[in-house]
């Protein structure tokens, strides 16, 4: 079973600024089956990003994931006020669990 | 448009039992693999189980397996997750989540969620 650890556990920025969230991996991801959500408070998950790089339907350009092997990355150039959740990776492949990261909450600064 | 709709969340007593249910429209229900997963107060997101094409093909967490069964009723377009033997760390919000590409033996990211129903474990 693949481990998922993401960090920082807490991100402080300012609308505006770049954020970038890391998602390492116990094992090397297969096919790089990496996905990243989004998830707002009393809100379900969104998918923003699925094999590690492909933006989902209706994701803006500002979001953009990248990454191979143990070690991804979500990058958001520029973070806008409804930016501000928490953000979880989750791997998936041809058997379960699909496993997710513990993580990231972006804050306001 | 694409909707699930959970139910059968409630308050009940460690050692009993629930069965939730999750009413899926809007697409070719039984095309998708789907899953639950929950999330207790305040924590992350964890995988539950899963069920794919195929009926037989059903997948679970450690920390649930023996004690929950998933099925789908795909005539109905309704997704199930029988919970015995429950105990108060399963107290956490249960999403039902459809997979984003048609099943073909890789298990997806998911695409839609529902909102949750609420289980809590208590005495």
């Known amino acids: 079973e693949i481990v998922l650890t993401q960090s920082p556990g807490t991100l402080s920025l300012s609308p505006g600024e770049r954020a970038t969230l890391s998602c390492r991996a116990s094992?090397?991801?297969?096919?790089?089956?990496l996905a990243w959500y989004q998830q707002k408070p009393g809100l379900a998950p969104r998918l923003l990003i699925y094999?590690?790089?492909n933006r989902a339907t209706g994701i803006p350009d500002r979001f953009s994931g990248s990454g191979s092997g143990t070690d991804f990355t979500l990058t958001v150039s520029r973070l806008e006020p409804e930016d501000f959740a928490v953000y979880y990776c989750?791997?998936?492949?041809?058997?379960?669990?699909?496993?997710f990261g513990q993580g990231t909450k972006v804050e306001i600064k | 448009e694409v909707q699930l709709l959970e139910s059968g969340g409630d308050l009940v007593q460690p050692g009993g039992s629930l069965r939730l249910s999750c009413a899926a429209s809007?697409?070719?229900?039984?095309?998708?693999?789907m899953s639950w997963v929950r999330q207790a107060p305040g924590k992350g997101l964890e995988w539950v189980s899963g069920?794919?094409?195929?009926?037989?093909?059903?997948h679970y967490a450690d920390s649930v397996k023996g004690r929950f069964t998933i099925s789908r009723d795909n005539s109905k377009s309704t997704l199930s997750l029988q919970m015995n033997s429950l105990r108060a760390e399963d107290t956490a919000i249960y999403f039902c989540?459809?997979?984003?590409?048609?099943?073909?033996?890789?298990?997806?990211?998911?695409?839609?969620w529902g909102q949750g129903t609420l289980v809590t474990v208590s005495s």
């Open positions: 809007g697409f070719t229900f039984s095309n998708y693999a």
């Open positions: 094999g590690a790089s």
């Open positions: 989750q791997h998936y492949d041809t058997s379960p669990p699909r496993t």
């Open positions: 989540a459809k997979d984003a590409i048609p099943y073909n033996g890789v298990w997806d990211p998911f695409d839609f």
């Open positions: 069920i794919g094409g195929g009926l037989d093909d059903t």
């Open positions: 094992h090397s991801v297969t096919n790089n089956y």
